[in-house]
């Protein structure tokens, strides 16, 4: 008897369970098969999307720009306090080898195999540097020009600005050093911006025809196409962003992301499947 009775609650609360879910868009995400033909799989990170890849590299670069241009100019103004006949010999030298670091990280960056000669370069360094992975390297390099191009134009906006407060007169009477050094600042929330922004862009999942769902991970989520009434695009570099409008059956809200990142390719095949549903 007892037996009997908990097989029933068991039976019941199942059925509530499954009766009583409200509507939802977000599926638990299946195993997607790579090999299927009808599955469209995209990633889009800073190894495959040149927008992710110049927005992370401009950001984090523009934060170790900031840093090198306060180390540069204390270890700069510390070389002029020093004084006597030595001091434009100290700073030629330095100048010089701030350069040879800014053209090595530019030419390895503009060569072919730039990750290959980086690990070889690491490889004849005397202390031990462990095996980096070559999406580590690649990413470190990717930060190093960064700094570089950054380094360069916060430098340039100081040496403007002291320039023009060294000779007492503002740029066209109107703009004084005040304004390069703000000019320079202003770079920092920039850079904020633009890793908001790759970490926005950033995009992995696949698109299942048969099932007509798309799976999205980090986080998983799956969206059923059959509640996707409309789907909009627009185009940011090389990057799609969709907006879907979502159906509410039976007045009830249907939860799931508003707006998906997804290569162009990708974009056409989840708009075709959206405007081909009965």
Do not use: K
């Not at 100019?73 to 330095?94: H, K, M, N, P, S």
């Not at 390297?137 to 380094?151: E, I, R």
Request: proline fraction near 6%; hydrophobic fraction near 45%.
């Amino acid at each position: 008897m007892d037996e009997d009775a908990t097989a029933s609650a068991n039976a019941d609360a199942n059925a509530n369970s499954e009766a009583g879910s409200p509507a939802d868009a977000i599926d638990p995400v299946d195993p997607v098969d790579p090999d299927d033909p009808g599955t469209v799989q995209w990633r889009r990170d800073a190894s495959t999307s040149w927008t992710v890849r110049l927005l992370w590299s401009l950001g984090v670069g523009t934060f170790f720009a900031a840093i090198s241009n306060v180390v540069f100019w204390r270890l700069y103004d510390f070389t002029e306090q020093a004084g006597g006949a030595t001091v434009e010999i100290v700073q030629t030298i330095f100048l010089a080898t701030i350069a040879a670091v800014a053209v090595t990280v530019l030419a390895l960056a503009v060569s072919g195999n730039s990750v290959q000669r980086l690990e070889r370069l690491l490889e004849a360094l005397p202390v031990p540097s462990g095996s980096p992975s070559r999406r580590g390297l690649s990413q470190a390099l990717d930060a190093a020009v960064g700094t570089v191009v950054m380094a360069g134009l916060i430098g340039g906006l100081v040496v403007v600005g002291r320039s023009v407060a060294a000779s007492g007169n503002g740029v066209g009477g109107v703009l004084g050093p005040a304004a390069f050094t703000g000019l320079a600042a202003i770079s920092i929330p920039l850079a904020l911006v633009a890793l908001v922004l790759a970490s926005f862009l950033r995009s992995v999942g696949a698109v299942d025809r048969t099932e007509r769902t798309i799976y999205l991970y980090d986080p998983d989520r799956a969206i059923d196409l059959e509640v996707i009434r409309d789907v909009s695009v627009r185009r940011i570099g090389d990057i799609a962003v969709l907006s879907l409008d979502y159906a509410q059956p039976g007045g009830q809200y249907v939860a799931g992301p508003r707006r998906i990142v997804v290569p162009p390719s990708v974009a056409e095949e989840i708009t075709g499947l959206v405007d081909s549903s009965p």
